[in-house]
């Protein structure tokens, strides 16, 4: 069974027993804010092509325009909705949309938008764009709490740049050289542990 056909597979279900979460979720934000139920943001995807990424809308309309493209803890741009749908990661579920339509994948690399994309090593910056983004990565779950690093930072944006996104860009290249579904299903796995158990996985664990 391809990875493409999972992801078709499980994308869908997912859509339709997810739907009753999806509208609490999309009144509870209108109620809350004014402006849209989803944020959508362009996003590097395979082959450096470009696309909208669906994300529940956890942030005051324009929100860039305001400040930086990376969000830190206790950011002022969050609605009360936004706070709680991030720590549970609730916001990333429309991109289950994504994956539907092809634009990503339930496992891979996560999609950057073009700023950040533009530090990617040459070396390694078509590798890494050869397999599709996807909604959760070994990088996800190693830097969950990573609007709290940054909210500790001077400056966020640098530290950001320097320092959290190399070694992100090595997960996403160990994770373009394997691309294999047992390493799919073990980083879902770990993904929902930290999600609903909130364990710490040690970095030097190996998937």
């Not at 394997?178 to 909130?198: A, E, G, P, V």
């Amino acid at each position: 069974m391809t990875k493409r056909l999972l992801d078709i597979i499980f994308s869908g279900l997912g859509l339709i027993f997810l739907s009753p979460l999806f509208i609490f979720i999309s009144l509870w934000i209108k109620c809350d804010s004014p402006g849209p139920i989803f944020f959508r943001q362009e996003r590097v995807g395979q082959f450096g092509k470009t696309f909208l990424i669906h994300k529940f809308r956890t942030m005051i309309v324009d929100a860039e325009k305001c400040g930086i493209q990376i969000t830190i803890d206790k950011d002022y741009r969050i609605t009360k909705s936004g706070f709680l749908l991030r720590h549970y990661k609730l916001d990333e579920l429309p991109q289950l949309i994504d994956v539907l339509l092809g634009k990503m994948s339930l496992v891979g690399p996560r999609p950057e938008v073009p700023k950040y994309v533009a530090y990617y090593p040459e070396d390694v910056r078509d590798l890494i764009l050869s397999v599709k983004p996807g909604i959760t990565d070994r990088a996800s779950i190693e830097f969950r709490d990573e609007n709290k690093l940054l909210g500790h930072a001077v400056d966020p944006e640098k530290i950001y740049r320097e320092t959290i996104l190399p070694i992100k860009i090595k997960y996403y290249k160990n994770y373009a050289l394997k691309n294999n579904i047992y390493d799919d299903y073990l980083i879902i796995k770990k993904t929902l542990q930290s999600i609903f158990k909130d364990r710490d996985f040690n970095r030097t664990d190996n998937l």
